[in-house]
């Protein structure tokens, strides 16, 4: 059951949920896998915005409430794979 307390938020540019419960770190409920922070949706999603426009209807433009970027919050770089592609001779 919900908790009456708690506010949802749907951002209607990219359509993810923050709910917000007093006193809890805001939760962001991605369409895939598991909820994650302010912090990773901006990393992931929110600092790739470029028109002043997208930023504008953009929930998670507020650094104080994403806080600071943690660890995990970014996609990893994946390694460099080798292919073998060598010049015929």
Do not use: H
């Not at 708690?6 to 896998?33: A, K, N, W």
């Not at 930023?55 to 292919?83: S, V």
């Amino acid at each position: 059951m919900p908790d009456p307390s708690s506010t949802r938020l749907r951002c209607e540019l990219c359509q993810v949920e923050i709910d917000r419960q007093p006193g809890l770190p805001d939760q962001v409920l991605f369409s895939r896998g598991p909820s994650g922070s302010r912090s990773k949706l901006w990393a992931r999603v929110c600092q790739y915005l470029t028109s002043a426009e997208q930023k504008g209807r953009c929930i998670n433009q507020d650094p104080t409430l994403r806080g600071e970027e943690k660890p995990g919050d970014r996609y990893e770089d994946l390694p460099a794979i080798d292919l073998g592609n060598q010049a015929a001779g």
